[in-house]
């Protein structure tokens, strides 16, 4: 079916193409495949000869593949060869860690292996811990905890002296300066390893991940090979983009419609939205058309046990609907879904891929539609479905010599191991040699003769936050009952006094928010409508540290203060605006680093356009930043104005967005005449003719795209390239 307001693609079912391991498999692992007829797809068997053989792995067949045996196999067929082995699995969420806990007792139970899985994070009890790093040979944790417990190694060298193999799960999710943080723990991991004798492998999973191999060895800074010949069946998938503004309707009624519909006809369905409050809203329509209808919303900030209750339902088919933010994107077993509905772009085509493959997860033919909203990016895919249905998985981007992250990882290194410069250069790199005199001369670390210690008074790893970013944690109060939590940026978004706060099908308006406490308390409401906040955000220069001349172009670099002011909130009826309260609020700031020029746009572009070719050439700039500063489009930010009173002039400024800095604005500056070459190159070699996602569109746009001139953009860059 293809119409403007519908496009469809069917992708066949296929059979599964199975495979016997070149290596001789154990009795044990043997005995229970066969127990359980069981044989091996292609990509398993691959895996499991990659695996024994002591090969660093990364595993990218697609969702629902069959990816846990295929890596788990041969590392507990290991552990049971070597009584001593112990194993690290790693998990970004910790409803995915409690997943994989039951897999591996289960196996563990089946094999005889006697590995005695256990989870080992902030949760665990500290009562319970001891006895974990004493007697468990298999350890789920995640990041985080990693981060923590490499500070106590002392507490854990017989698991470290035996470690033999480290898996990662779902390691597309470590990319940007998050990921380069990650890349540097994992270092600092495998050093510890090292003191200990151990040289532990690594098997990495994602299923949705370009340039693998080159990011697995970036990520772990060892060579891995890829595994990609999938041989898991594939049932019928049909993807629909279905286009409701094509007929009058607005994204959210399309898309409870939908659910609705396919609900009523027996389909399971999980539908993924890009907001907490979209997923509350559209739920909350689903319940008025289907009042004994099990549909229910998922997403960050439910209580523990609310969420695993809800996973639960919907595993067991007690539950026919679920509206999810992307806290469901990832390999939670939730049982076989017949049907996936993705309301507006995620932001990225791994989580597309991500969002549709949770649906025919049990050899049942699958339906996803991605249900386009009104903006620019939306509607580009739906004029051009091939550039949806064809896209590639972005190549996720790291920087082990941004030395804003290796400072704080040379540092927890000191404070976990001596620091011995001709030992340990080759897990942090040249840039370290930059680094330690700087930390010396600012009295963090000191040299002995058996290297550089820390020498702070407080545990560097309490310090060092992994994602860039902290702030507290909100609690919504109902009466004396916890509905819910928060972060601050969520808080200032959605918790304004007067916002309505959907929760499971309730709604509730914000009467205080109590900032000592960090608490948010609420009352109940009847009344029909939700409230949207009303927001600017500003930039100003506190400082101007240092002016690179490229040519006839200047490219200042210095602080910052990126301010977003709450100006109040629209309340909407039926997605109507009937009212508008005027708010005052303190604003959310942040300081940060940040580069901007200047440009002159006489002559070059009409009055009409500037506006939208400033706009165009920030969303271009930022978009080939990451090719050459080596980060991810998500860790900066922009803003472009055609007077901006501290710079005096029409300016485009692009910020980390990290409090303080990492270095990504100031190597930009530095850079900034390859950055802005490949930005007009984008834009200008784009065959669209007024912007697309390729060009000038972003899908983290606060503006919703516009205003954007693409011609105003192309004549902008390309006058400023002419000056370098």
């Known amino acids: 079916?293809?119409?403007?307001?519908?496009?469809?693609?069917?992708?066949?079912?296929?059979?599964?193409?199975?495979?016997?391991?070149?290596?001789?498999?154990?009795?044990?692992?043997?005995?229970?495949?066969?127990?359980?007829?069981?044989?091996?797809?292609?990509?398993?068997?691959?895996?499991?000869?990659?695996?024994?053989?002591?090969?660093?792995?990364?595993?990218?067949?697609?969702?629902?593949s069959g990816k846990t045996l295929a890596y788990a196999l041969?590392?507990?067929?290991?552990?049971?060869?070597?009584?001593?082995?112990?194993?690290?699995?790693?998990?970004?969420?910790?409803?995915?860690?409690?997943?994989?806990?039951?897999?591996?007792?289960?196996?563990?139970?089946?094999?005889?292996?006697?590995?005695?899985?256990?989870?080992?994070?902030?949760?665990?009890?500290?009562?319970?811990?001891?006895?974990?790093?004493?007697?468990?040979?298999?350890?789920?944790?995640?990041?985080?905890?990693?981060?923590?417990i490499l500070a106590w190694r002392t507490q854990w060298g017989d698991f470290w002296t035996n470690l033999g193999a480290i898996v990662i799960d779902e390691a597309h999710r470590y990319r940007g300066v998050f990921g380069s943080h990650i890349a540097l723990l994992l270092r600092r991991l495998r050093r510890i390893c090292s003191y200990y004798d151990a040289r532990p492998q690594f098997v990495l999973s994602s299923a949705t991940i370009g340039g693998a191999e080159t990011f697995a060895e970036t990520l772990t800074g060892l060579p891995a090979v890829e595994i990609a010949n999938d041989g898991s069946p594939r049932a019928k998938q049909?993807?629909?983009?279905?286009?409701?503004?094509?007929?009058?309707?607005?994204?959210?009624?399309?898309?409870?419609?939908?659910?609705?519909?396919?609900?009523?006809?027996?389909?399971?369905?999980?539908?993924?939205?890009?907001?907490?409050?979209?997923?509350?809203?559209?739920?909350?329509?689903?319940?008025?058309?289907?009042?004994?209808?099990?549909?229910?919303?998922?997403?960050?900030?439910?209580?523990?046990?609310?969420?695993?209750?809800?996973?639960?339902?919907?595993?067991?088919?007690?539950?026919?609907?679920?509206?999810?933010?992307?806290?469901?994107?990832?390999?939670?077993?939730?049982?076989?879904?017949?049907?996936?509905?993705?309301?507006?772009?995620?932001?990225?085509?791994?989580?597309?891929?991500?969002?549709?493959?949770?649906?025919?997860?049990?050899?049942?033919?699958?339906?996803?539609?991605?249900?386009?909203?009104?903006?620019?990016?939306?509607?580009?895919?739906?004029?051009?479905?091939?550039?949806?249905?064809?896209?590639?998985?972005?190549?996720?981007?790291?920087?082990?010599?941004?030395?804003?992250?290796?400072?704080?990882?040379?540092?927890?290194?000191?404070a976990e191991l001596p620091y011995r410069t001709e030992r340990d250069a080759a897990y942090f790199g040249e840039t370290a040699a930059d680094i330690l005199p700087i930390l010396k001369d600012e009295h963090l670390i000191a040299s002995t003769p058996k290297g550089f210690v820390y020498c702070g008074t407080e545990p560097p790893a309490q310090k060092v936050s992994l994602s860039g970013k902290s702030s507290g944690t909100w609690t919504v109060v109902f009466r004396n009952t916890v509905l819910e939590t928060m972060d601050e940026y969520q808080m200032f978004r959605e918790a304004y006094p007067g916002a309505v706060i959907f929760h499971q099908g309730e709604r509730y308006v914000v009467?205080?928010?109590?900032?000592?406490?960090?608490?948010?308390?609420?009352?109940?409401?009847?009344?029909?409508?939700r409230t949207r906040s009303l927001h600017t955000t500003d930039i100003r220069i506190l400082s101007r540290e240092k002016t690179c001349k490229h040519g006839s172009l200047f490219v200042h670099y210095g602080s910052v203060l990126v301010s977003t002011q709450m100006l109040g909130y629209s309340v909407l009826e039926y997605d109507q605006i009937v009212a508008t309260h005027p708010l005052e609020t303190p604003a959310m700031e942040f300081t940060t680093k940040a580069c901007w020029i200047t440009p002159d746009a006489e002559g070059v572009i009409t009055p009409a356009e500037i506006a939208g070719a400033l706009h165009g050439a920030e969303h271009a700039l930022i978009a080939a930043m990451p090719v050459h500063v080596l980060c991810d489009r998500s860790d900066i930010g922009g803003v472009s104005t055609p007077f901006h009173p501290d710079a005096g002039d029409a300016a485009i400024f692009i910020y980390d967005g990290v409090p303080g800095g990492v270095g990504l604005a100031e190597k930009a500056a530095a850079i900034f005449p390859d950055i802005i070459r490949l930005a007009r190159d984008m834009v200008a070699g784009c065959s669209c003719e007024t912007g697309c996602p390729s060009c000038i569109h972003s899908p983290k746009c606060g503006n919703n795209n516009q205003p954007l001139s693409k011609a105003g953009t192309v004549a902008l860059l390309s006058s400023l390239v002419s000056g370098l």
């Open 1 to 64: 079916m293809e119409t403007a307001e519908m496009h469809t693609r069917v992708f066949e079912a296929r059979p599964a193409a199975h495979k016997l391991p070149a290596t001789q498999m154990s009795p044990a692992v043997a005995g229970y495949l066969a127990n359980r007829g069981i044989s091996l797809y292609t990509h398993q068997a691959d895996a499991y000869d990659a695996v024994t053989a002591g090969k660093n792995i990364i595993l990218t067949t697609p969702t629902a």
């Open 74 to 148: 041969p590392v507990f067929e290991k552990l049971m060869r070597n009584r001593d082995a112990t194993a690290l699995f790693i998990y970004p969420t910790k409803a995915l860690t409690r997943d994989q806990l039951a897999v591996f007792d289960k196996l563990d139970k089946d094999l005889g292996a006697k590995t005695r899985p256990a989870i080992y994070d902030g949760d665990t009890p500290r009562e319970s811990r001891a006895k974990i790093r004493s007697s468990s040979r298999v350890i789920l944790t995640n990041m985080y905890e990693l981060h923590q």
């Open 238 to 414: 049909t993807f629909r983009l279905y286009n409701p503004s094509a007929s009058g309707k607005s994204s959210v009624t399309a898309t409870a419609d939908l659910i609705r519909d396919q609900v009523q006809s027996g389909m399971q369905t999980l539908c993924f939205t890009k907001s907490r409050n979209m997923a509350e809203i559209t739920a909350m329509r689903c319940r008025e058309d289907m009042p004994n209808t099990g549909i229910s919303s998922y997403r960050g900030g439910y209580r523990p046990n609310e969420r695993r209750n809800i996973e639960k339902n919907l595993k067991e088919g007690d539950i026919s609907g679920v509206i999810s933010t992307n806290a469901l994107e990832l390999g939670i077993d939730v049982g076989g879904l017949d049907s996936v509905i993705i309301s507006g772009f995620p932001g990225t085509m791994m989580s597309v891929r991500q969002q549709a493959g949770r649906a025919g997860r049990a050899g049942k033919d699958a339906l996803i539609t991605f249900v386009a909203q009104q903006n620019p990016l939306d509607q580009y895919f739906m004029r051009h479905p091939d550039a949806f249905f064809d896209a590639p998985c972005e190549q996720p981007i790291l920087d082990l010599e941004n030395p804003y992250v290796l400072r704080d990882h040379l540092l927890c290194a000191a």
């Open 511 to 529: 009467e205080e928010t109590d900032r000592k406490n960090l608490v948010i308390r609420v009352k109940k409401s009847q009344d029909n409508y």
